[in-house]
């Protein structure tokens, strides 16, 4: 049994509940780590013994509850890549509209495969590579269909706009800080839970994007530390997830779990900022001499000191 079917099982009760063996029927707990550029999701799942996970696998799950994991799934997933992908300051929020909207959906993915090789022929110009991108196409209030980017960074932002031809186009650096990416990602997935039409994803990405990082472990949390977990997440959960990141700032810490299921998923956000970075490359820095300094690849031999970045 996957944490996909366990969170179906925790989104409602079902109407026969299978009945717990005599023995503990946790055998350890999982623990998914997702790294996605500063972005680091933890996700804590018990694995059950054999003859309960065959049971639970069995247990019918409604179509509803199914739905809407998959559409929290999806919003995951979304957010994961543009994280990995995309930075705060560099890279753009991008929309554009129809002066006359297309009714039919395929005229709209048309057009913006065009837009993006007008900018990826811009971008050639100037020995840039392929533009990353994920985006969404949705209807507006009106019902007009437009496209929301993300997308990589490189050209001017008038130039940006000026590549549409269709109608309008607004294109903004992304905002640094706690809402900036993320609130862009929740504006952007806002719409997951709508009907579409069979056959049509809920997003569309490149095929150069960089895929979150992900490892996992049978004892990085162990059965005893997810139960004090489920038993209180504000004050134990924090300190145990703390002490197990000590290097990453904890911003939420989410519990799920039912009377009728043992163990508990948990899923934790945490993040690594810019300023622990500084910290730490301080620290690197204190413990080399003045000369290897100097000597870094790409340093200033007279200032010692990398070159700056290229602002986008």
């Known amino acids: 049994m996957d944490d996909r079917l366990l969170e179906r099982l925790l989104e409602e009760r079902p109407d026969e509940v299978p009945e717990r063996p005599p023995r503990e029927p946790v055998l350890f707990c999982k623990t998914r780590t997702v790294r996605s550029g500063s972005l680091v999701e933890i996700e804590c799942y018990p694995v059950y013994i054999g003859s309960y996970r065959r049971q639970l696998e069995r247990v ?5 509850a199914m739905r809407i ?13 543009a994280e990995a992908n995309f930075e705060p300051g560099k890279d753009y929020a991008l929309t554009l509209t129809y002066a006359t909207a297309p009714e039919d959906p395929a005229e709209c993915e048309r057009e913006l495969r065009n837009y ?9 110009k100037l020995g840039l590579p392929r533009a990353k991108c994920i985006g969404v196409i949705e209807y507006g209030k009106k019902g007009r ?8 960074g490189g050209l001017d932002r008038d130039v940006m706009e000026r590549l549409w031809t269709k109608g309008y186009a607004n294109c903004d650096r992304i905002q640094r800080g706690p809402g ?3 609130g862009l990602c929740k504006y952007l ?24 990082r992900i490892t996992e472990s049978r004892t990085r949390i162990s059965r005893r530390q997810a139960e004090r977990i489920r038993e209180d997440a504000t004050i134990a959960g924090e300190m145990i997830i703390r002490k197990k990141w000590p290097e990453l700032e904890l911003e939420s810490l989410t519990v799920r779990a039912s ?7 948990i899923y934790g956000r945490l993040r690594r900022h810019e300023r622990a970075d500084e910290q730490g490359a301080d620290m690197r820095a204190a413990r080399l001499g003045p000369g290897e300094r100097r000597g870094e690849p790409g340093g200033d031999p007279q200032r010692g000191r990398g070159p700056a970045g290229a602002a986008g």
């Open 60 to 64: 019918r799950v409604s179509p509803e």
């Open 69 to 81: 994991v998959n559409d929290r799934n999806a919003r995951k997933r979304f957010e994961r890549l």
């Open 116 to 124: 993006r090789a007008r900018v990826d022929r811009a971008r050639k």
């Open 145 to 152: 269909l437009h496209h929301h980017l993300i997308i990589e």
């Open 180 to 182: 900036g990416l993320a």
């Open 189 to 212: 997935t806002k719409g997951f839970s709508a009907k579409r039409e069979k056959g049509r994803h809920r997003y569309f990405f490149t095929r150069n994007l960089v895929q979150p």
């Open 259 to 265: 009377e009728w299921l043992p163990g508990a998923y």
